[in-house]
């Protein structure tokens, strides 16, 4: 994993990448809007409060948990991985201001979707944070499948302005909800690249006020669909699978994305021929 680090540093540094690229305007902790006062606050948080209360709630089978690598159980070895990528990952997001994180690849099937649930449980293995999950991989979708998740309204419809975001989450934790779409979508890139998805995701925004959102986004190779919505995002964080991906692969997706939005990290996954001491292993590096 060391010398995939290595390799990528060079590649990096051989076409001077490291400058921040260009902020999703002014976001987050840094957006202003003014102190309204206590009491203003107070109904905000109840405001909240309400919206996450009202959210239908979900609970998977604990065999899905199980079969699709999903720990759930912070006191697992496994969990250690992501908990170290959670607190990364907040760390940047409180730097810089960020609220929405999209999480691709260059190639398929290198374990984004298995990557944004985990991270986004771990996430939620604290309290004080809210997240949200959304499948942004509207050709191939998952997560239905995946978490065996009844029907609601499709998370597209939602970026379309159709439905609204209540009518299509759902809440596994009081601190976790998920959006998904339940089947492929051929104009995929459409939907993700309309300016109406960026409205409908600040109102999802306002209403819910979720500490992070993230996305899980398709692999970048095989279409258009990660660019047309990556100025929607703050930062995006890129997964390689150990022994499939390469580096120039992943230097090429890393330079096509600095160009638009922030790129937070390269995670390095299914890394256990690499480092069996570890088994079931990522690798960090930005
Ligand atoms: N670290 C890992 N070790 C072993 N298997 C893994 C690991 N991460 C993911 N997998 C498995 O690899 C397969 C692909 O994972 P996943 O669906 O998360 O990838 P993906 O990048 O989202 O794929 P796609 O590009 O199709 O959306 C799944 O069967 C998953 O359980
Ligand atoms: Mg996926």
Same mark, same amino acid.
């Given at each position: 994993?060391?010398?995939?680090?290595?390799?990528?540093?060079?590649?990096?540094?051989?076409?001077?990448?490291?400058?921040?690229?260009?902020?999703?305007?002014?976001?987050?902790?840094?957006?202003?809007?003014?102190?309204?006062?206590?009491?203003?606050?107070?109904?905000?948080?109840?405001?909240?409060?309400?919206?996450?209360?009202?959210?239908?709630?979900?609970?998977?089978?604990?065999?899905?948990?199980?079969?699709?690598?999903?720990?759930?159980?912070?006191?697992?070895?496994?969990?250690?991985?992501?908990?170290?990528?959670?607190?990364?990952?907040?760390?940047?997001?409180?730097?810089?201001?960020?609220?929405?994180?999209?999480?691709?690849?260059?190639?398929?099937?290198?374990?984004?979707?298995?990557?944004?649930?985990?991270?986004?449980?771990?996430?939620?293995?604290?309290?004080?944070?809210?997240?949200?999950?959304?499948?942004?991989?509207?050709?191939?979708?998952?997560?239905?499948?995946?978490?065996?998740?009844?029907?609601?309204?499709?998370?597209?419809?939602?970026?379309?302005?159709?439905?609204?975001?209540?009518?299509?989450?759902?809440?596994?934790?009081? %601190?976790?909800?998920?959006?998904?779409?339940?089947?492929?979508?051929? %104009?995929?890139?459409?939907?993700?690249?309309?300016?109406?998805?960026?409205?409908?995701?600040?109102?999802?925004?306002?209403?819910?006020?979720?500490?992070?959102?993230?996305?899980?986004?398709?692999?970048?190779?095989?279409?258009?669909?990660?660019?047309?919505?990556?100025?929607?995002?703050?930062?995006?964080?890129?997964?390689?699978?150990?022994?499939?991906?390469?580096?120039?692969?992943?230097?090429?997706?890393?330079?096509?994305?600095?160009?638009?939005?922030?790129?937070?990290?390269?995670?390095?996954?299914?890394?256990?021929?690499?480092?069996?001491?570890?088994?079931?292993?990522?690798?960090?590096?930005?």
């Amino acid at each position: 994993m060391e010398k995939i680090q290595a390799a990528l540093a060079k590649a990096r540094a051989a076409r001077g990448a490291g400058a921040a690229a260009p902020a999703r305007g002014t976001k987050g902790a840094a957006a202003g809007g003014g102190y309204a006062g206590p009491a203003a606050a107070f109904a905000g948080v109840s405001a909240t409060s309400a919206a996450w209360s009202s959210l239908r709630a979900f609970r998977p089978a604990p065999e899905v948990f199980l079969r699709n690598h999903l720990i759930e159980d912070g006191d697992r070895r496994e969990a250690t991985t992501f908990d170290v990528m959670r607190t990364r990952l907040l760390q940047a997001i409180r730097t810089n201001g960020w609220r929405r994180v999209a999480i691709t690849s260059p190639s398929p099937a290198c374990g984004k979707t298995t990557i944004s649930l985990n991270l986004g449980l771990s996430l939620a293995r604290q309290p004080e944070l809210r997240v949200i999950l959304v499948e942004a991989d509207l050709r191939r979708p998952s997560m239905v499948r995946m978490l065996g998740l009844p029907e609601t309204a499709p998370v597209s419809a939602v970026l379309s302005g159709e439905a609204e975001f209540g009518d299509c989450a759902l809440r596994l934790a009081d %601190n976790l909800a998920v959006a998904t779409n339940p089947a492929g979508l051929r %104009n995929s890139a459409e939907i993700l690249g309309q300016p109406h998805a960026a409205t409908a995701l600040e109102r999802m925004e306002t209403v819910y006020a979720p500490t992070v959102t993230l996305f899980d986004m398709p692999p970048m190779m095989t279409g258009d669909d990660v660019m047309a919505f990556v100025d929607k995002v703050d930062a995006v964080l890129l997964v390689a699978a150990a022994e499939a991906t390469t580096i120039k692969q992943i230097d090429l997706c890393e330079r096509e994305l600095a160009a638009q939005t922030n790129v937070m990290g390269v995670v390095v996954n299914k890394c256990r021929f690499l480092d069996p001491a570890d088994g079931y292993a990522y690798g960090y590096g930005s």
